[in-house]
């Protein structure tokens, strides 16, 4: 076939001078051009279309945002935001070419899985490499979660998913055997197991390099609960290094490159607050690899109000895992435990440091509950090595915790993170408190995790760290009308508001009789 | 139930002045707040949250943006991006009151469908009236759109969206019956019926308020075609004028408010090319009550390139219209019409504008395939009229044509709407040509309606009014080796290196023998 062409005509564009716009548009790279910009003129680039900025070989894509005030940025010029400016990382004034962005070479695959299509390994590959590199929009990365999260991916999609998002960050390998890490798919409100499991494994001198995150919808992650006694955003290097000297380390993974799709994929999925089981084994999974994991106990709760409600269905996501699992060449252990209540006494980042540092230091305050699930877990985790006897762990873990070598391990580990001040007989709790109490006797038949979850976050947890709920009463208690049966800490006004009218909506707890409580077998 | 609250602290922030930031961010509001403002530290506001603006008992919602440099805005202002600002219609100056904004109410409706549940009626009232409203978030917008996607909605579904669709708009009463409407779900490029049933049907004296649309997927809508001849957005009570006076108008709806959450839902529906058939359905029958009309003629071609490819597609598809316009009190008659190629011999706007303007000129070169099509819509239109014989509307219809009084019609709508300078003889063609030739002699058995669409858009259309593709050869046609199949103009070298990469991957013509043409018996 023969094509003739006529009158070509050459872009003669002027290269523009980069200008560093002091707006800060988190996540999303947004460009400033000049309404009167040659440039602008001659390509028809329309506002918020991804256009890509290169200098100095590198690249970003940023969304277009038109400006009218030579202040901002004149016709001479391309603005960036301030993380797209740093990301590119060169000058300001530096000469910077630019170009409609070609959209992604997935875009297809992604339309395959939204009209319902099964996905190859190749186009989980293309879709997540698209995502890590910035090159899909908030449309594109969201009707992605929502067809995968609606059709549900078959094991062998969720395995795809989950090997693709292990290749595109960063790979850890520590050149010992076992490596082991727990996790929890969480939804039980309290529940900072890690933060017990890890000293107690690293203090028996098992390589544990736990990657913690931070709350998506629950009022704290492990991250934010330690990130009040410690740093958890370090350096990639320099985490390294803290794990093969003290063992463990219980900082954030989010920045440690290790999971970059999963990071992109979050900041869609958090104000959906959408958590499909694909997604969430291919998430946890895929970071668990690249972290260099070889063995994993994993913790399921189940109870009414837990992101898994029934005993089959909790059975069916443990096939699940155990199946990508094995699949990534990960030795899975999968535990189903009770998540009928909230676990430890404090929700909230301050209060469930409180409860873990008081568990550590064998405190008579400190809660049972966490102790008793953390002994557990750290004792399976120990029987990762084979010299340890079936059943012989929880003797092993209970022994390093009451000893003190666990508290031990505890403050190498924050020091070597960074320490930062805090005193557990003392935690700086939110100023604004109010107490709910019972509206009648009888017996605690029932704890809303969702509810309690919710509370504390309207209070303002995560963000305020001192803000969350201290629990008065727990499952099976008798308690007597007007009895407290939780506090409630608020840093601001309107925040304490909000929470206030949650608790006036619902308490979260039931009163009834004890015969009212449903048994829960669990497998752990 | 008692609460204590304990040391309540007041709000004492200052009221910020309203600043207006010239930049443009197209649909999307964006608030600009200094990070020392007082408001944004007390408020614990993150970059990106969605904030109220209020000021003088209006309200926008917007995205926040962070800013470190006071000349853009200081810490006693508030920023707003030009389209926010003018929406909120006050001064430069204005104190404004900021707070965060709160979820939407409909969001555990959103969630539901997420979650592949059936929705009533009341949930998708409060899901369309906040889309309408802007509270949705891009994300939620495309996890709505996606969801009904997937699972499909089911007819009494798509009935609630619709009737929900049509109520959140200005709604059109003509006081007289009937009120004609035609509407092709799209698909064929070229397909420029309305511009020439509208000005035969008004020539009748049938009331016609043929609300058009822009391209969304496509070179080119009926909006963009007219806006090569006239103006197409015009003040709401000026097009009802103009409809009274004229019996007819080619005007776009989109600004016409007859369907504002339609036309929120358009902007995440277009960038991920989704058009499934509940959502096409609620947005065509929507904005056809919203504007009135009584009776609507529904065009559905088929073909293995069109948007239904089977017939027993098309007649699902048609009794869902049929269904939810029944419901909707809106007769309706529905054709399923050859959709096998490109309808005209142009597909971009000035192409078009071209074909129907000899269409309505009894041109020697005006395309017969359009003029036929045209005359039979049209005829099933005039029929709609009780008082006019099942059979005897295609030959009034054409007389209408032939008399010049339809073109006559058009001109008189081209005036009254606002006319741009347009010679059909000569018109304003993109300045960078190629041609597109056959590889082998034969007869062209098929031409892909999708690739044509594509080329025409990756040239320009229909940004660039002037470029497209005019089509050389059509179905049937015997070409030789090397004859033109297709000429491509485009306005910039970008755009027609693209167009040509496209028809060097394919040039969506298949030359074969005659006897490979598939038959299509259609329903028109």
Known sequence: MKNKTSAPVDDQSMPLGLKRVAIDTYRENVAYLHRECELYRAEGFQAL?????????????????????????????????????????????????????????????????????????EDFAAIVRDISELRYSKIELTAFVVACNQGELDREEVFYLSDAMSRVGRKLDWHEHPVVDKHCIGGI?????????????????????????????????????MEVMANVELPFDELNQLVRRHRGCLAWGGTSELSPADDVLIAVERPLNIDSPGQMVASIISKKVAAGSTHLLLDIPVGPHAKVRTMPEARRLRKLFEFVATRMGLVIEVVITDGRQPIGQGIGP????RDVMRVLQNHPDAPNDLRQKSLRLAGRMLEFNPDIRGGDGFGIARDILDSGRALEKMHDIIQAQGARPFDPDNPPLA??????TAPESGVVTGIDNLRMARIARLAGAPKAQGAGVDMLARLGDRVERGQPLYRVYAAYRTEQTFALQATERGTGFTIGQADDIKPLNVEF
């Open 431 to 436: 100023p604004l408190m109010f107490e709910v």
């Open 350 to 353: 301050v209060l469930e440091a």
């Open 189 to 225: 409100p309290g529940n900072r197991t890690s933060m017990l499991v890890v000293p107690i494994v690293a203090a028996h001198g098992m390589l544990c390099p736990k990657t913690s995150s931070r709350a998506i919808t629950s009022p704290a992650g492990t991250a934010d609960t």
């Open 49 to 121: 279309a991804k256009i890509e900025v290169r200098a100095n070989g590198k690249r970003v894509l940023a969304s277009l945002n038109v400006v009218d005030d030579t202040s901002i940025v004149d016709c001479q010029q391309l603005g960036l935001s301030e993380e797209a400016f740093a990301k590119l990382g060169v000058a300001e004034g530096h000469a910077v070419s630019v170009s409609q962005a070609e959209p992604p070479s997935s875009i297809p695959a992604l339309h395959r899985k939204i009209a319902g299509e099964r996905l190859s390994r």
